[in-house]
């Protein structure tokens, strides 16, 4: 298994700024974890609100937690009920299942890692996700089964 190296993780969040920028999206803050849930790599930009550090981090570490990616696990919580409530118990409310959660996999496909972003819409932190991984030479997993 490959680990996720800092100069990849750079690459993701440098290459996912730069497409925010591109989108002419709202300010966002990118976190990269490696596959122990370990902050390897972080950024917040100029007026990004108080608390998109935690939820981006939310979003990277439900993902690893859960093995599959942001867009699977807003499906599954979506039906709320017992699964939430025991997800939310057991990971002391960490965990924040929305897109913008991306699994990072190498070329064999094992995780190595997750992004998570947070500033604009679910769907557009994703897509900046996706854009950085892939600009790192990663596989994005978004938990899309499409």
Do not use: Y
């Not at 990269?32 to 550090?53: F, N, W």
């Amino acid at each position: 298994m490959t680990t996720l190296t800092l100069a990849q993780a750079s690459t993701i969040v440098d290459k996912a700024l730069d497409k925010g920028r591109e989108l002419k999206l709202q300010p966002l803050t990118v976190v990269v974890l490696d596959a122990g849930g370990h902050m390897v790599a972080m950024k917040r930009e100029d007026k990004s609100g108080i608390l998109r550090t935690q939820i981006a981090n939310g979003k990277a570490w439900g993902t690893l937690g859960m093995g599959f990616g942001g867009r699977e696990f807003a499906r599954r919580a979506a039906a709320g009920g017992v699964f939430l409530q025991a997800l939310m118990a057991a990971s002391d409310g960490r965990v924040v299942p929305a897109p913008g959660g991306v699994l990072i996999r190498d070329r064999a496909g094992d995780i190595i890692g997750a992004v998570g972003i947070s500033g604009d819409t679910s769907d557009r932190d994703e897509a900046c996700a996706v854009h950085g991984i892939k600009s790192a030479g990663l596989t994005p997993d978004t938990g899309d089964p499409a």
